[in-house]
């Protein structure tokens, strides 16, 4: 790769880094929204990095050479390899077959450093592929993780509360996934005893129970690689698409496990209602939801 390529690929990572946190609101896919100041540092560095490049080499192509002119590096490459030949062939060769190979070695070093010379102006060809992800991010954005992650990760781990604020007076009361969780399995008031709830996540597939499936929410602690799901069962309604995003209102489903507000709780909503909703700006923030 041409170091004036090498220009191009910085300006062109940093529009793109710019492109989805501030043009946009695409960087919250892949990293938490208080990462976004530094990524906007990092995108102003490397467009900044891509300008002195442009300048320093040509763009968009590199500039050319007249017949016959070489670089610095060049000619002292040409030179070292030269001296490197003729010591070679004083220590190791005699008479004719001197000569003959002093001239070889001469040929052979010239050539050699000359082409060296010109490598010092392009990097590994495998840096082409660094283009790929660039052009992703400005043509098409990849998505937010979603089921199929959710269905591989450790599921539910949520803090502990040592004192639960009553249940707001709406019907149904909107609850975020991670609060109907901690309520289901640690709250000893039992508040959600005969309520109603209204929660949104998308859906993952139950692959272990047949007629359920499961309202998802991916959280995470810094970016991306490092999320962790929360899951509620859901009974008694047919499972929409994988990944749709729903709005599930209902009650506390009691069968599979022990008495409400202990550990062994199930984790599970009978349903009265789903409803498709829009996916929200920020996926991997677990929020109460609006009432409609």
């Known amino acids: 790769m041409r170091r004036h390529v090498q220009a191009a690929l910085l300006l062109l990572t940093g529009s793109a880094v710019l492109h989805i946190s501030v043009l946009s609101q695409v ?3 892949y990293v938490k929204e208080g990462l976004r100041p530094f990524l906007v540092a990092s995108a102003i560095l490397l467009l900044l990095l891509g300008v002195v490049g442009a300048v320093r080499d040509g763009l968009p192509f590199a500039p050319r050479r007249t017949a016959g002119e070489e670089t610095d590096d060049e000619r002292t490459d ?3 390899a030269a001296d490197d030949g003729h010591a070679a062939d004083d220590e190791h060769q005699h008479g004719h077959e001197h000569e003959h190979q002093h001239a070889h070695g001469h040929g052979h070093g010239h050539g050699h450093g000359h082409g060296h010379g010109h490598g010092h102006d392009s990097g590994p060809r495998v840096a082409w592929l660094l283009f790929l ?3 992703a991010l400005l043509l098409y954005a990849p998505p937010a993780l979603g089921s199929y992650t959710a269905a591989r990760e450790t599921d539910n781990a949520v803090a502990r509360v040592a004192e639960f604020d009553p249940l707001p007076e709406a019907d149904p009361a909107p609850l975020a996934l991670s ?3 901690a309520r289901v399995q640690q709250d000893r008031d039992r508040s959600l005893a005969g309520r109603t709830v209204l929660m949104t996540g998308f859906v993952t597939p139950a692959k272990d129970r047949a007629g359920t499936w499961y309202l998802t929410r991916l959280v995470v602690s810094c970016c991306a690689a490092d999320s962790r799901s929360l899951r509620v069962r859901v009974h008694g309604a047919p499972a929409p698409p994988a990944d749709t995003w729903v709005t599930v ?4 489903h009691p069968g599979g496990g022990g008495a409400l507000g202990t550990a062994t709780a199930s984790v599970a909503i009978d349903a009265r209602t789903v409803r498709r909703v829009a996916e929200p700006v920020n996926p991997y923030q677990d929020t109460t939801p609006l009432l409609p």
């Open 27 to 29: 960087y919250l896919r």
């Open 249 to 252: 209102t209902g009650t506390w």
């Open 78 to 80: 040409d030179g070292q």
């Open 133 to 135: 992800p660039v052009l």
């Open 179 to 181: 609060g109907f969780i």
